[in-house]
């Protein structure tokens, strides 16, 4: 499977995975300040923004999907989320996931959300 594909389909797996947590997804693959947010969603139970990157590998043997987030992305990512909630003027608490996903063939998919996985303080 190629890498766009691969993408596409962690992405969707993440999708799924959130709505069965019961979070509202409010937008996916969205451009902001240049740099793209994978998905953002509304987690009832903690009443925040979550911005979430996800990260899909079809091995896990070398690296951990969530390793790829390094601080150039994270940095990135601020950025994006910083344009989003000026620009649908959003007065809520905000956090930044990662979701690390590996899809072996003839496997489930392995599944980690990391919540809070680094926090927009560190590039201020």
Do not use: W
């Not at 451009?31 to 896990?60: H, M, Q, R, W, Y």
Request: with cysteine; net charge negative; proline share 3%.
């Amino acid at each position: 499977m190629n890498t766009k594909l691969l993408g596409n389909k962690g992405e969707q797996i993440a999708i799924d995975f959130l709505k069965a947590k019961n979070y509202e997804i409010r937008h996916r693959n969205i451009f902001a300040s240049g740099n793209e947010i994978d998905i953002v969603a509304f987690d009832p139970s903690s009443d925040c923004i979550a911005f979430v990157e996800v990260k899909t590998l079809s091995d896990d043997y070398f690296q951990q999907p969530y390793e790829e987030v390094n601080a150039k992305k994270q940095k990135k990512i601020v950025r994006a989320a910083n344009s989003y909630l000026i620009r649908h003027n959003i007065d809520k608490e905000a956090r930044f996931d990662v979701i690390s996903i590996v899809i072996k063939e003839g496997e489930p998919p392995k599944i980690e959300h990391i919540i809070s996985a680094f926090n927009a303080f560190d590039f201020i």
